[in-house]
């Protein structure tokens, strides 16, 4: 089993700044893919960042210069640094990784449980 646990939600007011941390434990071969993903009520899912094994990134235009993706591959650790937050980013956001469970198996994509942004004053 994999799981993706995420940490780092909470009620910032505008302006402020938030870091969410995603870890992926469990029987684990390798991880390709990781990424950010938000969903505000009542709209679908969309995604924030993206970032591959060896480091290149993907932003939606709304976060780029404000959200930042990184990862620590020895921690199976993804990681999204949002600031200059504003009431439109208020969403619960989702990790996502792309993740082999063998050495011969395809990659399998697995998702977090989800953590609340509420950005507010």
């Known amino acids: 089993q994999v799981q993706l646990v995420e940490s780092g939600g909470g009620l910032v007011q505008p302006g402020g700044s938030l870091r969410l941390s995603c870890a992926a434990s469990?029987?684990?071969?390798?991880?390709?893919?990781m990424g950010w993903y938000r969903q505000a009520p009542g709209e679908e899912r969309d995604l924030v960042a993206t970032?591959?094994?060896?480091?290149?990134?993907i932003y939606a235009d709304s976060m780029k210069g404000r959200f930042t993706i990184s990862r620590d591959n020895t921690k199976n650790t993804v990681y999204l640094q949002m600031n200059s937050l504003k009431p439109e980013d208020t969403a619960v956001y989702y990790c996502n990784a792309m993740i082999r469970t063998d050495y011969s198996g395809p990659n399998y994509s697995y998702w977090g449980q989800g953590t609340q942004v509420t950005v507010s004053s």
């Open positions: 469990g029987k684990i071969f390798s991880i390709n893919g």
């Open positions: 970032i591959t094994s060896g480091g290149s990134t």
